[in-house]
């Protein structure tokens, strides 16, 4: 089936579509996805459906730098 700009649609996006939601809205665990799936190893579906959440990285990033600052300074409080 045919949608807008010549892209295709088929069985492929009802399986793929519900499943990258699990992961990446609903937070279902890869692994429970994997069985869903039917997916041998976890790494293809981390692959395919895994994918960065850019606000959960930047919050990361800040409190790996936060925790950071703070050894530090306990450190040069010692």
């Known amino acids: 089936m045919d949608i807008e700009d010549g892209q295709k649609f088929g069985l492929h996006n009802l399986r793929h579509s519900p499943s990258n939601w699990l992961v990446n809205k609903e937070k279902v ?22 994918q960065d959440d850019g606000d959960k990285t930047r919050a990361a990033q800040g409190r790996i730098s936060n925790g950071a600052r703070s050894d530090c300074a306990e450190r040069a409080m010692k």
Not at 29 to 50: F, M, N, R
Request: glycine share 10%; aromatic share 4%.
């Open 29 to 50: 665990e890869p692994k429970t996805v994997q069985g869903i799936l039917g997916h041998a190893k976890i790494q293809t579906t981390l692959d395919l459906y895994a």
